[in-house]
């Protein structure tokens, strides 16, 4: 992942930070409210490490996988939905309700038409 993933979504990776860095807090968190060089002086004091290594201990975490409830996070679900509009056919909305995908047949040609 990259921090603008992070900075994007920071009231979310709160949990995922605190299971890092368990001497983190919550609060101070919410003050830093995404800002990279704050995080990296913050982490830094509460861990009690150089600056040097955590930087490479954060570049390490954001090597991984963004947690799972990050990605159902709202936000990011919508952003998501916002991508798929390339495999949406022409005239329909991304957006609309898709209870009966692949029936409506509201626009024809789009490839969703009803076959008995």
Known sequence: MKWV?????WPAFFEAIIEKWPEADEADLDEIDGDQRAFIKYIAEVTGQEIAET????REWLAGEIPSDIIM???HDNHSIALSSK????GEDEYDDDARFGDDDEVRGDGDENRV
């Open 55 to 58: 930087k490479d201990e954060i």
């Open 5 to 9: 993933h992070v900075r994007d979504n």
């Open 87 to 90: 495999y949406v056919g022409e």
């Open 73 to 75: 996070d709202p936000v």
